[in-house]
């Protein structure tokens, strides 16, 4: 993990892009799926805290060892394209897709779905078989080899796939064994993003992210925000 300086090269306005910009940056700063990165403006005086921005898609490749990255984040609103954006990162745990695994479903419970199409083309580069459910979905701009779904084939899909990916919001994880209609059987492999308000980036354990897993609670921002899901559901 390191500093870096990217750019802005195009804000995307159109919900069914599934991603909030373009942004330029070195190849190195680009987060594996699930990771997540952290912008400033080094001239936004009112900037409290970074943003946190997740790769929505394949990069680009660009001369000068630098990529083209769909970022999916809550962008600052004077944050105009061509802005010079101070980044950390790459952040965190992320999704682990075994090699082995030829059935995988992404579910995107809340929101755009765009965290989980780096993992998308991920899966299709292995010749995995991809099914996608979501709540909001744009299914135009979507890869014509991905199965596309909705959530109320929830059970469907966990008794097809052998990895399951999900993500959620925090407030999610109350209801989430409710919604999945019980535990996916052990022999899945079944991993969620947990979308939680990361302040530090892991760099101050302020606890702000902080959830329950396991036996204890664990903060987004460094132990996830990608968790088992075996972890997650042990405390409900």
Known sequence: MANYTGQLSE???E????????????????????QY?????????????PVTLFAAGPANPLPGGRVSLAMLGA????????????????????????????????????????????LAAQALAQGSQVALASQALAAGHLPPAIEVHELNDLPKLLAWADYVALDLDRTDL???E??????????ITAQALVRASMPCGGLAGCGVCSLPAGRGT???CEQGPVFELSELLAVT
């Open 75 to 118: 962008l600052r609103p004077d944050w105009p394209p061509g802005a010079e954006l101070a980044l950390r990162g790459p952040l965190g745990r992320g999704f682990s897709l075994p090699k082995r695994a030829q059935r995988v479903a992404l579910l995107g419970l809340q929101g755009s779905p765009g965290r989980l199409l780096p």
């Open 174 to 176: 109350e209801s989430l």
């Open 15 to 34: 919900a069914y892009q599934n991603a909030s910009a373009r942004l330029v940056c070195p190849a190195v700063v680009q987060p594996a799926p699930g």
């Open 218 to 220: 664990r903060l987004a």
């Open 37 to 49: 990165l952290q912008a400033t403006h080094p001239h936004d005086e009112s900037q409290a805290v």
């Open 178 to 187: 409710a919604r999945l209609g019980g535990r996916p059987p052990r022999a």
């Open 11 to 13: 804000i995307l306005l």
